[in-house]
C-alpha cells in the first residue's frame, strides 16, 4: 500500500489511512493540527504488475526485434517487427511497435494521439473579419480568405466535432468584401 506516502503538511509524519477521505477535519497524530485529507481510491489500491515477455524456450520461435531473448506475441500492424508482450502496444485494435507509435504520431498519421490541431476554419474568419476596422487590407485579406478557406475544407477541423459554419461564413463575408471592391472599383472607371 501507498499510504503511508501521505504526510503531514506541518510535521511531514505519515499519516494514518483512517483519516482518509472522511469528509471531517482529523487531527495529525504527531503535531495535532487540524486536516482534512482526500486522497484517490487508486492510492490505497496495490499495484498491479506489468507484463513481463516470456523467455524463448524452443529454438525456432521467433523472437521480438527489440528484445531477442523473449518470445514474439504479434507482429506491428504498420511496419511488421515481431513484437513481444513488452513492445506490443495496442491502439483501437492494431498492434504496433513503440517506434512506429512515435513515428505515426510525429507525422500526424494516427489521429487518435492527437490532442491538438490547428484550426484552419477559425483563422479563415478571423482573417475575413478583422480586417474589416482597417477596410483597405480587405483588398488583400479577402483573396486570402478565400485561399485559407479552400485549403481548410479537407483539414480536420478540431479535436472536438465541429461543423463547417465557420468556413461558409469566412467565404461569404470574403466574397461580400470583394463584391465591395468590384463596385468601388466599378464606379470609379465610370466616371
Not at 480587405?138 to 483539414?155: D, F, R, S
Request: charged letters at 15%.
Amino acid at each position: 500500500m501507498l499510504a503511508p506516502a501521505v504526510t503531514c503538511p506541518k510535521c511531514s509524519s505519515p499519516l494514518p489511512e483512517t483519516a482518509f477521505n472522511t469528509g471531517q477535519l482529523t487531527d495529525c497524530p504527531a503535531c495535532s493540527v487540524l486536516l482534512q485529507v482526500e486522497v484517490f481510491p487508486a492510492l490505497l489500491r496495490p499495484i498491479e504488475s506489468g507484463i513481463t515477455g516470456e523467455t524463448i524456450l524452443v529454438d525456432g520461435e521467433a523472437s521480438c526485434f527489440y528484445h531477442p531473448q523473449k518470445r514474439a506475441s504479434t507482429p506491428c500492424a504498420s511496419c511488421g517487427r515481431f513484437l513481444c508482450a513488452l513492445c506490443d502496444v495496442e491502439l483501437n485494435g492494431r498492434h504496433m511497435c513503440p517506434v512506429c507509435l512515435e513515428t505515426g504520431q510525429k507525422k500526424g498519421k494516427l489521429t487518435d494521439l492527437e490532442n491538438k490541431r490547428t484550426l484552419f476554419d477559425s483563422a479563415a474568419l478571423t482573417l475575413s473579419l478583422v480586417p474589416l476596422v482597417i477596410w483597405p487590407f480587405t483588398l488583400v485579406t479577402a483573396p486570402g480568405t478565400i485561399v485559407l478557406a479552400i485549403y481548410a475544407w479537407n483539414k480536420p477541423s478540431s479535436v472536438v466535432p465541429r461543423t463547417r459554419v465557420r468556413i461558409y461564413l469566412a467565404i461569404f463575408i470574403a466574397l461580400l468584401e470583394i463584391a465591395g471592391w468590384v463596385l468601388l472599383f466599378g464606379t470609379m472607371f465610370r466616371r
